[in-house]
């Protein structure tokens, strides 16, 4: 280590795992990492978390001159007044306030007033939900709740020694669907109407404010969720369009405007530096391609290299990838498609093709959508597991339409976090610059050789064809 290097860490604390970057404030080099397991399932004790991150920051947080958190989004942690927690946080993707997400659409006026209100229209994942939830089904537990913060929040004060006011930061408190990143406020009515009562919530604290100090001293910089602490690593700027291929799938940008989107297939979220960051989910990715792979009886690289052997638009066989329901477009109740099978193309390296280019359609109507939104779409950032995948190299920029830049294997929202707590010690008007390390880039017709057959814009009319012939 070089003397006097000035170091930040950066935490992700996701669903999965807590991963820990400690990094040279200057260049955004990675000097150590830590990692520790979270427990599995859709609620979870945020005490869990605290753990994993004192594992995962053992000998590295000691090292820091200041620290930042992203953390997953929506998770409800409620406490108490003497500040325990009530119940087990629920996350993200615990959907049992499908329910009273529907209820709250109603009771507010529709779908439209809630994208007017806070920029989302609500469905189950929302912290606001879960606490209609709460307060129909937990009547006893809800009475005990004095403030809800959300898993980023609860680490920020944890880290802090537990400060009698809690903070938050603009781009996590948009995904509540009680705060309005078009007005930079909370909206205290529609947090009552959905519990019954008022409850206590974080200080939405300034991008690069220093909101607290560890036991070692050092700063603690506001932190963020996590999508927009993966902005802030990948460096993005007007333009970007990140499409992230994990368990599930984004498609997130950067914006100098709020958007409102009153289908509810864009999310108006603020992001961590005083922008926007509207975004599209997904809930098929990663896993198309893993249980393809299953089915035809081999592994990712196997289903790689068949996908390389088959024609683009793979002889007219299209998938809609919606094996686990479907989010955007909302089909909830929807199941995979195969389309087009014909003995031309019932074959393995068709199959294959076909997995591959529908992953990637489902995602590139979500770019579409942020068009008609107005946001630029000037290249795609790809990112996830299954950005490692030469066959989704190879198709991406055909179906996106746009030059498709792979950056180089990394904990990218740990490192946002780390340029946030940069960003806060140096206290300058903007993060530091950071470059992006760059794998390849791939445009459009340019990508690698495959066997011929139809282009981009063939491929995305029949996975257009096929979606709306059977979901009308």
């Known amino acids: 280590m070089m003397t006097g290097m000035t170091l930040v860490a950066g935490i992700d604390s996701s669903t999965q795992a807590c991963k820990v970057v400690l990094v040279d404030a200057d260049s955004g080099a990675v000097v150590d990492t830590g990692r520790a397991d979270h427990p599995d399932g859709t609620e979870v004790g945020p ?94 537990n809800a009475a005990r709740a004095e ?75 506001a932190g963020t969720g996590d999508n927009m602490g993966a902005a802030l690593g990948l460096t993005l700027e007007p333009g970007d369009v990140v499409v992230s291929l994990g368990t599930s799938g984004t498609v997130f940008a950067v914006s100098e405007s709020p958007v409102t989107d009153v289908t509810g297939t864009v999310a108006g979220f603020a992001d961590a530096t005083g922008r926007h960051l509207p975004l599209v989910a997904t809930l098929n990715a990663a896993r198309v391609l893993s249980a393809t792979a299953t089915m035809l009886g081999t592994d990712l690289a196997g289903l790689d290299r068949l996908a390389l052997e088959a024609p683009a638009g793979a002889n007219g066989l299209v998938l809609l990838p919606y094996l686990d329901g479907e989010r955007t477009p909302d089909l909830p109740g929807a199941t995979g498609s195969l389309v087009g099978l014909t003995r031309a193309s019932m074959t393995p390296q068709t199959m294959a093709r076909a997995a591959v280019e529908g992953m990637l359609c489902g995602l590139a109507d979500g770019v579409d959508a942020m068009r008609a939104q107005g946001v630029a779409v000037e290249r795609i950032v790809l990112v996830g597991g299954a950005a490692q995948s030469a066959a989704v190299r190879a198709v991406a920029a055909d179906v996106f339409g746009v030059p498709v830049v792979v950056p180089a294997a990394g904990e990218y929202v740990a490192r946002g976090a780390a340029r946030q707590a940069a960003w806060a010690l140096a206290a300058t008007s903007a993060p530091p610059e950071w470059e992006l390390a760059v794998d390849t880039t791939v445009h459009p017709g340019a990508g690698i050789e495959t066997v011929g057959g139809a282009d981009g814009t063939q491929v995305r009319a029949a996975y257009a064809e096929a979606r709306s012939r059977l979901h009308p």
């Open 47 to 140: 005490e869990a978390w605290w753990d994993a991150l004192r594992a995962a920051g053992d000998g590295l947080l000691e090292r820091a001159d200041a620290v930042a958190v992203g953390g997953q989004q929506h998770g409800m942690v409620v406490l108490d007044a003497d500040g325990a927690v009530v119940r087990p946080a629920l996350l993200w993707n615990d959907t049992r306030s499908a329910g009273a997400a529907r209820e709250l659409t109603d009771e507010l006026g529709g779908a439209g007033a809630w994208a007017d209100a806070v920029g989302l229209v609500l469905v189950a994942s929302f912290t606001v939900t879960k606490l209609r939830w709460l307060a129909a089904h937990e009547p006893a």
């Open 147 to 221: 403030q809800v913060m959300l898993p980023h929040d609860y680490l920020t004060w944890q880290l802090a020694g537990r400060p009698d006011e809690a903070t938050t930061d603009r781009g996590d408190a948009s995904g509540t669907g009680y705060w309005s990143a078009a007005n930079e406020s909370y909206r205290p009515d529609l947090l009552s109407m959905a519990f019954g009562r008022e409850l206590g919530v974080p200080r939405v604290a300034a991008p690069a404010e220093v909101v607290g100090r560890t036991p070692s001293g050092a700063a603690i910089a």
